[in-house]
Each structure stands twice: as structure tokens, then as C-alpha cells.
């Protein structure tokens, strides 16, 4: 039980806490209060109550359904829409479903187990199968009408597969991908950009004006006029009908199988590609249902239990600034560490200077910050109305501040001049440690001496280091040079995975250059795949794909480098996957001088099969067999005209199209970009944003 409040002051200003969070939680652009706070604050306020009911006023928050629920419309819903009572630990829920058991007088027929969506209610009221009028919840008796606006949710179709009466209720939201159209399509009007996904769907949902027309999507968790089955069948049948629905959920008979359920849910919530803040645990059965009732605020036949947020506040207490192994500038958010989906998160990334300042982040704010599925946390907004008075806005450097040098501040991604150099002493000290190379001896006063001396800026500068010109560094004896020379020389037999991991891909580590190196065999195949063949391995998703693609276009002359002197390009035991296809050809060929040409990529090496493909250089927009991507471009992408961006897509081997369909392979989408970009989304097309397209563009050369 939480604890009371002691004074009927603090638990009115509790009250008035809980409402205004209400109301910004439903309207504003912003959170006012994260999840975790709202909930707590609810539960106090609640103990408050059980103990003092004298000082409970008829309209608390815990009896009003959706407490400050924000604009309450002129649509009357036809029964009410009621909220839903939380729960946030095993325990609780055993006992609620205990209660449920005895009110029945017998084990309720069987549950589902839904996502709890984080979006805003809808009911959506169809009539002879066409869609009539969409209002949101309101105060739960009345809502505003959102028609228009709704129209427009992927999932909630125009007209339906038959011509039914019905009403459907279920959530509006946004998915990360909407999310981040949606804030490019904002901060490109010059408003500062939504903190969370659920703000910027209410922000859409209710546009009037339709200044931006980002996509949203629909799921509907319940229906009338759909006869007396479960709930389950009533699910299947609105997919049936044309709308996106729960259904598919598992339907449990007992609690136990309620837990693993829930458990599997939060596990894999990462993955759903949309914010969730729960599982939804329902009676099945329209009889269990009617016999449980509700009260005035919550049905008794459902309970929501809550996982921990994954969006949090907490302060920024310094932004770094950190320099990669190209030269990239970015800023770092260091954070007071907060724990989001069961992660101690203590840094985040603020993407680029420009972004900084388009979010309005300042240190010392308290900032909203999201983790969201494999992606690295980042900082969605500051809280405005908690900025110390005394916050200056952040200067950024004005030279590296790793080397002094220039910084080029043409691209959104700054630059040091010096470039790789700049970095070298860090991507050396990488390259030779345990978990890569693990060239012992190579340490960093060495590698100081080494750099300083202009003998090596990258790592295959290393294998043409011999004794003599060791000897000529201080400290170095016979001995010393000449086992550093073998160590570095025997690291030329390190598989494939230790070789990725040392060239430091972005967005790789060792498991993840692992698994590259064990999907694909050798360094060739692994430069021929294309983004789509690089999502074919485990936690490879499209913003990952594109920049490992990237990456390895950029560290090419590097690794041909590395090749020629002999350093191994391929994975022991590697065994090809049976539908090899010449793109992730698995050439054994060892031969330095070949093992990284692009066109020896096809090359079959023992493979008889293989042997007879083609020399074959895929480009970045092929399909496997060589055949072009069918690519729409919508909105603009850095630096090209439309025209160009079309070109673009043409040179890197793709046929770009105007308009979206089925056979659309991919979607690039930019600022601007309107409906061709939710009708990808809506036709599960891949998308990918126009910043990626610019780098795969300006990395692969062509
Ligand atoms: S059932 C009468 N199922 O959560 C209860 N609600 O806190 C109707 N929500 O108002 C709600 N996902 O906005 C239900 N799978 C789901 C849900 C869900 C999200 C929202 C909904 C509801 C709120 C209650």
C-alpha cells in the first residue's frame, strides 16, 4: 500500500498534481509527468482516501474516469468509456483474478492477453461499413470528433470487407517510425519537436488546421455489433473486416499461463516497433463480462498490468562531446542514471549540434529520455517549466577537441578535418585489444610513439612494421621489437569476427561483428551484401543495415589494405547457407590480393555450384538476383532536388516510382513527406529516412 498523505493540504495539491498531468497527458505536446511519477502519485492519493474519506471530493481523480482527460467534445459515446484499474506485480494480479474467480462463483472461461497500447481511445463508429464518425474518449461520457484526422490511421479503413453496423474501439498511436516522420514533418514547420509518441499522436489526431499530415496507426481492442462470441473470435473477425485488431493475442485458461504470457509480452515488447506500458488481462467470455460488471470508472473483468516505462525523466547533467573514428563530432548527454525497461541508462545520445538546439536541451534540464527496442537511448525533449534559472545554452566546441584541428560544420554531422588521423590512437588501442586483435605489447604509449613518428595512422600501417624500425623508438630492445613484431604478425591468422570487431563498424560490437562474420563467411560477401541481405541476420534492422553498409563502403580501402598483407578475411569453419545466392556468395579464396575485389564477391572458390554465377557487383538498391528496387522517394532528401534524389536512386541500381503500392520494395522519406509515407507503413513497406539514403549515397561513391 502507498503511503497517505498527512495533510489534507499536500493531498489536494496531490489532486491538483494528478489533474494537471491528466490534461497534459491527453493535450499537450509535451509530458508533464512521466508514467512511473502519474502512477505513484495516483496510488498515494488513493491510501490518502482509504484513510481520510472525509477529505475525498465527489470528483477526485480516482473516481473520475480519465481524471482532466483534456477537451470533452460534443460526441456522445453510446455507453461510456471506461478506464482501466492498474496493477504492477504478480502478486496483485493473482489476487485480482482471485476476486474475479469468486464474484463469478467459478473460474472465469478463459483470458486474453493484449499490449496496452500507449496511444489515446477512439471509438470509431462504422455504418453499413463505412466509416461514419471517430471520436476520441473525452471525460468518458462525451469526446470530441476527430473524424477527419482519424480517416487517415493505417488500420482504421475508409470501408470494411462487408457492410456491418458497428462500433470499434481501440488506440490511435504512433509507431517509432511514425514518430520520427512526425517530428521531421514538426520541427520542419520550425515547432519544437514532440517528446514522446503518445503527445505527438493526440498533437495529430486533433490537428485542425492540417498543417502536417503525419502518419498514425490503429489497433481496436473491442467492438459492438459484432454478436455475443469472445472477445477473441470478435478480434479475429474485425481483422477479417478489414481493421487491425488484438487478435492473435494469447487466450489463457489460468493464471499462471496469465503470467508467462504478460512476462513473454514485455519481453518481446521491444520488437512490437510501437510504445507499449502494459499488458490488458480480459475475460474472453461476453458472460463473464456481464456477470463481473464494471463500476462507475473501471470494469471489473479487465486489469491492466503496468511495465515499467520506457520513457523516464531525469537530469542531464553534462553534454560531452565525443569524437569518432572518422572524425565525427557528436554531443553526448551524460545523465543521472535512470532505469528504463529494466536498463541502468546513464548517457544518451543527442544525435548532432543542430538537433541540440531544435530539441532545446540544456544541461541541468530535466529531460525526457527513451529507449526504444535495440536503438540507444535518446533524448526526446526537456521539461521547460523545470529549467533552472540560471541555464546557459551549450557552446559547442569551436576545433576538435581531440586533436585542434578544424572542425567542417557543412553536413549535419560535424566533422574534424584531420579525419581518420584524428582518431587513429583510439582505433589502434581498439584494433590490438583483448577482444579484437589482441596483439600484446601494443600499448598506448607504443602506439603514441608510432603515430607521433608518422610510421602508422591506421591499422594495416602495422603489419609493415619490422624490427629495425622498432628499435628506433625508445625503450625498444631486440627482444621487446621483435616479439611485438610476431605478435602483430600472428594476428593475421584472428578469425573474421575479431578482424570486424577491431575496424570498430558503428553500431557493431562483438557479438554483432560475431554474427556478421558467421552469416556471412568472409570479408567479400560481407562488402557485396546490400542492406536488405544484411537484415537477414538476428538484430540487423533497417537503420542498423544501412549504416553497417555504410561503414564498410567507408572502411573498404582499410580492410583491402589489411588484406594485402595478409591478414585472414574469413571465418573458420564457415559453412555456406544452402540458398547462397552470388550477392552472399561464401568465397574461400584467401588470396590477399583477391579476397576484397568486389567483383570476386560472386566467385564460388570450391563451391562447384557457386563456381559457375557470374562476376557480380551488386549495387546498393538491387534485389538478390541483380534485379532493381522498385524506390519511391517522398519529401527531400539532404542536398538533392527531387530530380536528383530520383537519379540517385537509379545510380545505385534501384527503378525509383512515383507513387506507392504492393510492389513498392522501399520507401525513402524526408522532410515533407506526406501520405505516401503512411501508405508504406501501411502496406508494411520498408522505410528508410532520407538522412540514411544521403549517406548510403555519399559513402558507396556513386
Ligand atoms: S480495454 C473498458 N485494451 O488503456 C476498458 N484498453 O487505462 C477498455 N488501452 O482507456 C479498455 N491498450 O485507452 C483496453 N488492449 C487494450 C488497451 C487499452 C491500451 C488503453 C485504453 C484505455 C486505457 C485504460
Known amino acids: 500500500m502507498a503511503e497517505a498523505f498527512h495533510t489534507v493540504s499536500d493531498y489536494r495539491t496531490a489532486i491538483e498534481r494528478v489533474r494537471a498531468a491528466a490534461a497534459a497527458y491527453y493535450s499537450g505536446p509535451d509530458l508533464d509527468m512521466d508514467d512511473a511519477d502519474y502512477d505513484a502519485l495516483m496510488h498515494r492519493v488513493a491510501a490518502t482516501e482509504t484513510a481520510h474519506p472525509e477529505w475525498k471530493p465527489e470528483d477526485s481523480p480516482t473516481e473520475v474516469v480519465a481524471a482532466g482527460a483534456g477537451v470533452v467534445g460534443d460526441v456522445v459515446h453510446t455507453e461510456p468509456m471506461l478506464s482501466l484499474d492498474n496493477v504492477f506485480d504478480e502478486e496483485t494480479l493473482r489476487r485480482w483474478a482471485a476476486r474475479l474467480d469468486k464474484l463469478l462463483g467459478r473460474p472465469a472461461a478463459g483470458y486474453t492477453v493484449e499490449p496496452k497500447i500507449d496511444g489515446l481511445a477512439i471509438a470509431a463508429r462504422y455504418e453499413a461499413g463505412r466509416l461514419v464518425q471517430v471520436a476520441t474518449r473525452g471525460d468518458g461520457r462525451a469526446g470530441e470528433d476527430v473524424t477527419g484526422q482519424a480517416r ?61 499530415d503525419a502518419p498514425m496507426s490503429f489497433l481496436a481492442y473491442g467492438v459492438r455489433g459484432l454478436g455475443e462470441g469472445p472477445h477473441s473470435a470478435a478480434m479475429a473477425e474485425l481483422n477479417r473486416l478489414g481493421i487491425a485488431s488484438t487478435a492473435g493475442t494469447p487466450v489463457c485458461e489460468t493464471i499462471d499461463e496469465i503470467l508467462v504470457a504478460v512476462k513473454e509480452l514485455n519481453e518481446n515488447r521491444a520488437a512490437l516497433g510501437y510504445g507499449i506500458d502494459g499488458a490488458v488481462i480480459k475475460a474472453d467470455q461476453p458472460a463473464d463480462r456481464d456477470l463481473a460488471g464494471s463500476s462507475s470508472r473501471a470494469p471489473r473483468w479487465g486489469i491492466a498490468y503496468k511495465f515499467p516505462p520506457d520513457t523516464r525523466t531525469t537530469r542531464l547533467k553534462a553534454i560531452e562531446v565525443q569524437i569518432g573514428r572518422t572524425g565525427v563530432i557528436t554531443p553526448v548527454a551524460v545523465l543521472e542514471p535512470v532505469q528504463i525497461s529494466g536498463v541502468i541508462v546513464t548517457s544518451a545520445t543527442l544525435h548532432n549540434f543542430d538537433d541540440l538546439v531544435r530539441r532545446n536541451v540544456r544541461p541541468g534540464d530535466t529531460v525526457f529520455v527513451r529507449r526504444a527496442g535495440d536503438v540507444i537511448p535518446e533524448i526526446t525533449g526537456a521539461k521547460l517549466d523545470e529549467r533552472p534559472a540560471d541555464s546557459v545554452p551549450f557552446e559547442p566546441p569551436a576545433t576538435c577537441p581531440r586533436c585542434g584541428g578544424e572542425i567542417d560544420r557543412t553536413q549535419k554531422r560535424w566533422r574534424c578535418t584531420t579525419g581518420r588521423a584524428c582518431g587513429a590512437r583510439e582505433a589502434l588501442s581498439y584494433y590490438a585489444s583483448r577482444d579484437c586483435l589482441d596483439i600484446e605489447g601494443l600499448g598506448g604509449k607504443i602506439i603514441d610513439m608510432l603515430i607521433a613518428a608518422g610510421r602508422v595512422t591506421d591499422p594495416a600501417d602495422l603489419y609493415d612494421l619490422d624490427v629495425p624500425t622498432l628499435l628506433t623508438f625508445d625503450r625498444m630492445g631486440e627482444v621487446s621489437a621483435g616479439k611485438l613484431v610476431a605478435a602483430i604478425q600472428a594476428s593475421r591468422s584472428q578469425p573474421l569476427g575479431r578482424v570486424l570487431t577491431g575496424l570498430g563498424v558503428r553500431m557493431t560490437g562483438r557479438s554483432m561483428s560475431r554474427r556478421l562474420a558467421a552469416h556471412f563467411g568472409t570479408m567479400d560477401a560481407l562488402l557485396a551484401a546490400s ?98 528496387m522498385t524506390v519511391v522517394v517522398t519529401g527531400s532528401v539532404p542536398g538533392l532536388t527531387r530530380n536528383e534524389g530520383n537519379e540517385a536512386v537509379e545510380r545505385l541500381g534501384g527503378r525509383s516510382s512515383g507513387s506507392v503500392s504492393k510492389k513498392t520494395d522501399l520507401v525513402v522519406v524526408g522532410e515533407g513527406a506526406g501520405s505516401k509515407a503512411a501508405k508504406a507503413e501501411d502496406l508494411g513497406v520498408e522505410i528508410m529516412p532520407a538522412e540514411t539514403f544521403a549517406e548510403l549515397l555519399r559513402t558507396s561513391g556513386l
Open 531 to 628: 542492406p536488405l541481405d544484411l537484415q537477414e541476420v538476428e538484430a540487423v534492422g533497417p537503420e542498423r543495415a544501412v549504416t553497417i553498409a555504410a561503414e564498410l563502403a567507408e572502411l573498404r580501402p582499410v580492410i583491402e589494405r589489411l588484406a594485402a598483407r595478409g591478414v585472414n578475411m574469413s571465418e573458420p569453419n564457415f559453412r555456406p547457407r544452402p540458398a547462397a545466392s552470388p550477392s552472399t556468395s561464401t568465397s574461400t579464396s584467401t588470396s590477399p590480393s583477391t579476397s576484397t575485389s568486389p567483383s570476386d564477391s560472386a566467385s564460388a572458390g570450391s563451391d562447384p555450384a557457386l563456381a559457375a554465377a557470374e562476376p557480380f557487383v551488386r549495387l546498393p538498391l538491387q534485389k538478390e538476383d541483380g534485379t532493381p
Open 152 to 212: 487517415r490511421a493505417a488500420g482504421l479503413p475508409e470501408t470494411l470487407a462487408e457492410p456491418v453496423t458497428i462500433e470499434v474501439r481501440g488506440e490511435v498511436f504512433m509507431t517509432e517510425a511514425d514518430f520520427e516522420i512526425a517530428n521531421a514533418m514538426r520541427t520542419g514547420t520550425g515547432e519544437p519537436p514532440f517528446a514522446h509518441p503518445r503527445s505527438a499522436a493526440a498533437g495529430t489526431l486533433r490537428a485542425q488546421d492540417r498543417t502536417y
